[in-house]
C-alpha cells in the first residue's frame, strides 16, 4: 500500500518537555510543526509524581498534569501530533525524509527531542517475561507499576535522586523497600536523600550489586542474588519485587552514525545553538543534554531549537558544533568569521572591502538571499 507523503516546515521527534516547548514556539511563529510521538507521549515526566522544581507552580504539579497542559498550550497553535515509530530517517539532504509504517515525512528542518529511556543492568531474569521475569515483579517505573506492590517487601537499584525518588514513592505500597547501591554514599541531591533517611519503611543496603534476579514466571520475582562489591561475597536477599533506577540512555539510536554523538549517544550540539553536524536538524532535551537533564533545562532547548530552525529557515547563519555558521543555502561561514564557503566549495573572503575588490575583478559577488519570513515575536 503507498504511504501517505507528509510535508512540514519543522518536524519534531518527542512529545516531552523540549519537543512541546519547541512546537509551542515553532507553532507561534507560524511553522506549522508536526509532532512525531513514540511510545511514551508526554515524555518521562508521564511517569513521574509532584514535580516541585518546574518555575511557576508554587505548590507543586503532577507530573501527567504538567505535561498535559505543554500539550494544550501547543495544540492551541495549531501544533498537529502524530503518533507513531520511526523505522528509518534519511538526513542525506534536504528535504529530510522520515519513514514511520503509514507515512512518508518529509521535513525542511528536524528537531530532535526524543528523550531518554530507564538504563537496565544487564542481569540474569530482568529481561521482559517470558525469557526473564520484566513485569512479573520487575520494573523500571513506579509510579507505573507500584500499585501492585502493595504490603510487598521490594527492592530499589540505585544511589540517585531517580533511585530516591522511586524508594519514597514506593513506601505507599509496600511494606519495605530496600535501596541496594553499589557505593557507601548517594548521588542523590541532599534533599531526597534526607527525605529517604526519614523514611521508616526504607532501608539501605550499601557497597552492593544485584547480579541475578530469581524467581519463575508462576511464582514472580522471589529473590535477588547479591555481591558485595569489597569483599565479592555473595548472598540471597528475599524480596517480590525489584525497581531497577541506575539513570537513562538517550533515544537516539535511529540518528546513530548520522549525527555526531558522545560515547553514551547524546547528540553533541553547537555551543551557542541548538544546532547538530547536520545543517537543518537541530537536538534539544535529554537526547543532547547529559549534564542538567530536567524538564525547565529540555524546555529552555526545546525553545532555543524551534528558534534555531525558524532563523535556518529565515537563511540567517546558525553556529554549527564545529563553530562554523551555516545557512539553509549551504553557506559556511568560517568559525573566524574569516571566509565564506559557497555551496559550490568556492571560499570567499568574508570582509567586504576585500569582497569589492574580488568583484572589481570578476564582475560577480556574494549577495545573500532574502529572509523568507519575519523573526519570532
Ligand atoms: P544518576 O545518573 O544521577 O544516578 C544513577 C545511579 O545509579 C547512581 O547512584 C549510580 O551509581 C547507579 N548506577 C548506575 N549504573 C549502575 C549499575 N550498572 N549498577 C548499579 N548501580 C548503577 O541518574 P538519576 O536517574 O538518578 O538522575 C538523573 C538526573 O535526573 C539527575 O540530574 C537528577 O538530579 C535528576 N532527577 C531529578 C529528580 C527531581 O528533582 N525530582 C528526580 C529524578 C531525577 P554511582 O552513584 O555509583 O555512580
Given at each position: 500500500m ?5 510535508h512540514?516546515e ?24 508536526l509532532?512525531?510521538?513514540?511510545p511514551q ?11 516541585d ?47 514511520t ?8 528542518t ?21 525469557k526473564?521475569?520484566?513485569?512479573l ?31 519514597t514513592?514506593?513506601t505507599?505500597?509496600a511494606?519495605?523497600?530496600?535501596v ?7 548521588r ?14 526504607i ?7 544485584v ?18 562489591t ?8 528475599d524480596?517480590?519485587g ?13 540518528f546513530k ?18 544546532a ?6 537541530f ?5 543532547q543534554?547529559?549534564s542538567?537533564r ?22 540567517l547563519?546558525?553556529p ?9 543555502e ?5 568559525a ?34 532574502q ?7
Amino acid at each position: 500500500m503507498p504511504k501517505d507523503t507528509l510535508h512540514r516546515e519543522v518536524v519534531i521527534v518527542g512529545s516531552g518537555p523540549a519537543g512541546l516547548t519547541a512546537a509551542i514556539y515553532a507553532a507561534r511563529a507560524g511553522m506549522n510543526p508536526l509532532v512525531i510521538e513514540g511510545p511514551q507521549p508526554g515524555g518521562q515526566l508521564t511517569i513521574t509524581t509532584e514535580v516541585d522544581n518546574y518555575p511557576g507552580f508554587a505548590e507543586g504539579i503532577q507530573g501527567p498534569e504538567l505535561m498535559d497542559q505543554f500539550r494544550k498550550q501547543a495544540e492551541r497553535f495549531g501544533t498537529e501530533f502524530l503518533t507513531a515509530w520511526i523505522d528509518t530517517v534519511d538526513l542525506s539532504e534536504r528535504p529530510f525524509t522520515l519513514h514511520t509504517e503509514e507515512h512518508e515525512i518529509k521535513a525542511e528542518t528536524l528537531i530532535v527531542a526524543s528523550g531518554a529511556s530507564a538504563k537496565w543492568l544487564g542481569i540474569p531474569g530482568e529481561e521482559p517475561a517470558p525469557k526473564g521475569l520484566g513485569g512479573l515483579g520487575v520494573s523500571a517505573c513506579a509510579t507505573c507499576d507500584g500499585f501492585f506492590f502493595k504490603g510487598k517487601k521490594i527492592i530499589v537499584v540505585g544511589g540517585g535522586d531517580t533511585a530516591m525518588e522511586e524508594a519514597t514513592f514506593l513506601t505507599r505500597y509496600a511494606s519495605r523497600v530496600t535501596v541496594v547501591h553499589r557505593r557507601d554514599h548517594l548521588r542523590a541531591s541532599k534533599i531526597m536523600q534526607d527525605k529517604a533517611f526519614k523514611n521508616e519503611k526504607i532501608d539501605f543496603k550499601w557497597n552492593s550489586e544485584v547480579i541475578e534476579i530469581i524467581g519463575e514466571p508462576e511464582t514472580g520475582v522471589v529473590g535477588v542474588r547479591l555481591r558485595e562489591t569489597e569483599t565479592g561475597e555473595e548472598s540471597i536477599f528475599d524480596c517480590e519485587g525489584v525497581f531497577i533506577a541506575i539513570g537513562h540512555q538517550p533515544n537516539t539510536g535511529m540518528f546513530k552514525g548520522v549525527l555526531d554523538m558522545d560515547e553514551v549517544g547524546y547528540i553533541k550540539t553547537s555551543g551557542r545553538s541548538m544546532a547538530t553536524n547536520v545543517p537543518g536538524v537541530f537536538a534539544c532535551g535529554d537526547a543532547q543534554d547529559s549534564s542538567y537533564r530536567q524538564a525547565i533545562t529540555a524546555a529552555g532547548t526545546g525553545c532555543m531549537a524551534a528558534i534555531d530552525a525558524e532563523r535556518f529557515l529565515d537563511n540567517l547563519p546558525v553556529p554549527a558544533p564545529t563553530g562554523e555558521e551555516i545557512t539553509i543555502e549551504g553557506e559556511r561561514v568560517s568559525a573566524d568569521h574569516e571566509t565564506i564557503t559557497m555551496p559550490g566549495g568556492e571560499t570567499i573572503s568574508n570582509h567586504p572591502e576585500a569582497d569589492a575588490e574580488g568583484a572589481q575583478a570578476s564582475g560577480d559577488w556574494h549577495k545573500p538571499s532574502q529572509p523568507r519570513r519575519g523573526a519570532i515575536e
